[in-house]
Antibody, heavy 126, light 106 residues
Framework: QVQLQQWGAGLLKPPETLSLICAVY????????WSWIRQPPGKGLEWIGD???????NYNPSLKSRVTISIDTSKNHFSLNLSSVTAADTAVYYC????????????????????WGQGTLVTVSS | DIQMTQSPSTLSTSVGDRVTITCRAS??????LAWYQQKPGKAPKLLIY???TLYSGVPSRFSGSGSGTEFTLTISSLQPDDFAIYYC????????FGQGTKVEIK
């Protein structure tokens, strides 16, 4: 059974860098994109970006300048860094797995999400 | 960016009712559409992908339909465990979610 377990600092000050790790248990990294998604309190879901087993990344254009997603398959985990955080970045952050079903002509592999981490509340406050 | 709009925002309903939630895309997303259920304090759970494919383990009272820009999620007979927020997600171009539909007890 696949499990995603995530952790990271829950309280940050502007303009620190948010760092989260998601460990993957019980499955292969191949054939999937590994994503980060966030949800501000009481609001909807926003895709942040993703990475595959070889390190190919895609980012939400609205966050691209501040986001870095990396992967370490030897340690079975992938990571999110979001720089220069503000109060607007306060949210529950989720990691998730996305099965690759196709690759577009631009080389992107958009995915749905079948397994999710438990979520980490990150609060940004001065 | 592809915008996803769900309606209604809130649905007050009763156990046993048939429930339909609509999701509209600002441009065609083909059949690259998924539905999720989220309960308070929990991660979303996948219900349906590729517009109409039921995910493993999801009860058959859930069904999805549509293509292009208009999609529906139907719950044939609402059960007590189904009161939750439902989100659609397009994965035709990157990924964007609808704003959610809360299914609450009437």
């Amino acid at each position: 059974q696949v499990q995603l377990q995530q952790w990271g600092a829950g309280l940050l000050k502007p303009p620190e860098t948010l760092s989260l790790i998601c460990a993957v248990y019980g499955g292969s990294f191949n054939g999937y994109y590994w994503s980060w998604i966030r949800q501000p309190p009481g609001k909807g879901l926003e895709w942040i970006g993703d990475i595959n087993h070889s390190g190919s990344t895609n980012y939400n254009p609205s966050l691209k300048s501040r986001v870095t997603i990396s992967i370490d398959t030897s340690k079975n985990h992938f990571s999110l860094n979001l720089s220069s955080v503000t109060a607007a970045d306060t949210a529950v952050y989720y990691c998730a797995r996305g099965p690759v079903s196709r690759i577009t002509i631009s080389g992107v592999a958009p995915v749905y999400f079948d397994y999710w981490g438990q979520g980490t509340l990150v609060t940004v406050s001065s | 960016d592809i915008q996803m709009t769900q309606s209604p925002s809130t649905l007050s309903t009763s156990v046993g009712d048939r429930v339909t939630i609509t999701c509209r895309a600002s441009q065609s997303v083909g059949s690259w559409l998924a539905w999720y259920q989220q309960k308070p304090g929990k991660a979303p759970k996948l219900l349906i992908y590729k517009a109409s494919t039921l995910y493993s383990g999801v009860p058959s009272r859930f069904s999805g339909s549509g293509s292009g820009t208009e999609f529906t999620l139907t719950i044939s007979s609402l059960q007590p465990d189904d009161f939750a927020i439902y989100y659609c997600q397009q994965y035709n171009t990157y990924s964007t979610f609808g704003q959610g539909t809360k299914v609450e007890i009437k």
